[in-house]
Structures are given as structure tokens and as C-alpha cells.
């Protein structure tokens, strides 16, 4: 006879065994057993779950290639060869699944492609041997990067005065009238003939004879400045000369009387 039965419980799992716990109502022509009011019943049923086991072959890197025949662990390539292993197919060190370029040789360096051979900012430069990009300027050195021929911190591309130490903000120096070094606003003497000048741009007379070094003869010896700035030589004569003198004179008056 047909019947229809829901139930409400709990499973309780047992080793490899399932119980529900619980009561149950059946519609039917038969009331269950241990009889619970009209057609109702209490009980215990047991369950026993049967699995069937996997046929997959266990691959723990998941790149397709069974464990027991794998013989490069990489899971996070699935481009391999039958062994396994993350293939290269243009052979330039970089596997396909990094190689941006799989199909072309390239180098590491750019990702498994090709080492462009361009100029991009056209300073004759290389690409790949440039170390700055600078496409406003292409006054640069074996690298690529601006010269600063004087050394003052601003490249020739921008130097107004690319062969002169400047500090002014286009890369020249300070006016200097008189080309003695030092700048106007702090020269004191104005003097283009002579630059052999002191912090105030003023003459120096290293022997303090009057004479400034550019016209002294002798810088380092105080002299007269109708001597150039040179000592005076003094006629000095030694008894001796003397002597010799007197006596060729006196001979030559002899010689005359005889």
C-alpha cells in the first residue's frame, strides 16, 4: 500500500554511520510502530553513506600533468610541456608564461621581447643604452643625460653660458666689467688692465712699496716707484779698486815724464 511519511529530528553521525533522531507522520493505510497518536510514530533510522572514490589522477599543481610523471612544481603556469615544466618556446630563457613576446626572442630585461632599437626622444641615444629621457634636449653624453660642461648645475640645453661657471639663474656669471673676477656689485676698483686683485677687486701690492703687483718688477721687494718697484742699486767701491786705480794712474804719469 502506498504512503507518504515526513519527518523532523536530528543526524547524529557515528564513524561511517548517520542516525536521525526524531518523530515522523505517515499517510497512509499502516500506522509506523510504537504507536504516537493517530497514525504517527517515533523512531530511530539509520543511514550508512557510500562514496565512490575520484578516478582523477592526482595533480597538485594543476597544470594538467599528473603528479607521478610532473617533474616541475609550478602552479601558477599551466603553459608546460608533457613532463610538466613551463615550456620556452622561442628559447630566450623566458618561459611562455612570463614572455610578453612567446613568439619572439627577446631578453629578460624587457619582459621576453625584443630590445627596441629606437630613439624616442631623438637625442641619438639608443633606447636601450639611454639612462635619461629628455626630448627637450640633445646636447647629452654617452648615456643619454644633459652635459654640464662648466659644472654649474644647470645643463647646457638651459645654460645661456654653457662654457662659463655661472651663478645667476641662466647658467652665466655676474657682470664683470673689468674681467677681474670679481663681480661688480662687490668690485670696489675698476680696473681691466690688471687682475691681480684683492677680495674687493682692488690691486694688491704684496711688498706694500706703493707699486701694485701688476706694475711692480719686483713684487715681493719693496722698491722705489721710479725703479718699477725694484730697489735701488747703490755704487759701492772697496779699497782695493781704489788702490789698483790710483796706482795706474800714478804709473801712467811716470811713463809721461820719460
Same mark, same amino acid.
Given at each position: ?5 515526513y519527518? #523532523?529530528? =536530528?543526524?547524529?553521525?557515528?564513524g561511517d554511520?548517520?542516525?536521525l533522531? &526524531? ?9 509506523g510502530?510504537l504507536p504516537? &497518536? ?8 539509520? !543511514?550508512e553513506?557510500?562514496?565512490?572514490p575520484s ?6 599543481? /594543476? ?8 617533474q616541475?612544481?609550478?602552479?601558477g603556469c =599551466? /603553459? %608546460?610541456?608533457s613532463?610538466?615544466?613551463?615550456k @620556452?618556446?622561442d628559447n630566450? &630563457?623566458?618561459?611562455?608564461? @612570463?614572455d610578453?613576446?612567446p613568439?619572439?626572442?627577446? /631578453?629578460? /630585461? ?5 630590445t627596441?632599437a629606437g630613439d624616442?626622444?631623438?637625442?641619438? %641615444? +639608443?633606447?636601450?643604452q ?13 648615456t643619454?643625460c644633459p652635459l654640464?660642461?662648466d659644472d654649474?648645475?644647470?645643463d647646457d640645453? =638651459?645654460?645661456q653660458?654653457?662654457d662659463q661657471?655661472g651663478e645667476?639663474s641662466? &647658467?652665466?656669471?655676474?657682470?664683470d666689467?673689468?674681467?677681474? #673676477?670679481?663681480? $661688480?656689485d ?8 690688471c687682475?691681480?686683485?684683492?677680495v ?9 712699496d706703493? %707699486?701694485n703687483?701688476?706694475? $711692480?718688477?719686483?713684487?715681493?721687494? *719693496?722698491g *722705489?716707484i721710479t725703479?718699477?718697484g725694484? +730697489?735701488?742699486q747703490?755704487?759701492?767701491?772697496c779699497a782695493g779698486t781704489?788702490?789698483?786705480?790710483f #796706482?795706474? !794712474?800714478?804709473?801712467?804719469i811716470l811713463?809721461?815724464? =820719460?
Amino acid at each position: 500500500l502506498a504512503a507518504a511519511e515526513y519527518g #523532523m529530528g =536530528k543526524v547524529v553521525a557515528i564513524g561511517d554511520k548517520d542516525f536521525l533522531v &526524531g518523530g515522523s507522520r505517515r499517510f497512509g493505510a499502516h500506522d509506523g510502530f510504537l504507536p504516537y &497518536g493517530d497514525n504517527e510514530r517515533l523512531g530511530l533510522s539509520i !543511514f550508512e553513506w557510500v562514496s565512490t572514490p575520484s578516478t582523477e589522477p592526482a595533480d597538485a599543481d /594543476s597544470d594538467g600533468v599528473p603528479d607521478t610523471i610532473d617533474q616541475c612544481h609550478n602552479p601558477g603556469c =599551466k /603553459s %608546460v610541456t608533457s613532463r610538466g615544466c613551463p615550456k @620556452d618556446s622561442d628559447n630566450d &630563457g623566458v618561459i611562455d608564461c @612570463d614572455d610578453r613576446c612567446p613568439g619572439e626572442s627577446g /631578453s629578460s /630585461s624587457n619582459y621576453g621581447c625584443p630590445t627596441a632599437a629606437g630613439d624616442s626622444d631623438n637625442d641619438g %641615444v +639608443p633606447d636601450n643604452q639611454d639612462q635619461c629621457y629628455n626630448p627637450e634636449c640633445n646636447l647629452v653624453d654617452s648615456t643619454g643625460c644633459p652635459l654640464n660642461s662648466d659644472d654649474d648645475n644647470l645643463d647646457d640645453c =638651459k645654460d645661456q653660458c654653457p662654457d662659463q661657471y655661472g651663478e645667476q639663474s641662466n &647658467g652665466c656669471p655676474l657682470p664683470d666689467s673689468d674681467g677681474d #673676477m670679481v663681480p $661688480d656689485d662687490q668690485d670696489q676698483c675698476y680696473n681691466p688692465e690688471c687682475s691681480t686683485v684683492d677680495v674687493n677687486g682692488c690691486p694688491r701690492d704684496s711688498d706694500n712699496d706703493g %707699486v701694485n703687483d701688476c706694475a $711692480d718688477n719686483c713684487p715681493n721687494q *719693496a722698491g *722705489a716707484i721710479t725703479n718699477n718697484g725694484c +730697489p735701488q742699486q747703490s755704487t759701492q767701491f772697496c779699497a782695493g779698486t781704489l788702490l789698483i786705480t790710483f #796706482m795706474v !794712474f800714478l804709473g801712467g804719469i811716470l811713463v809721461k815724464r =820719460k
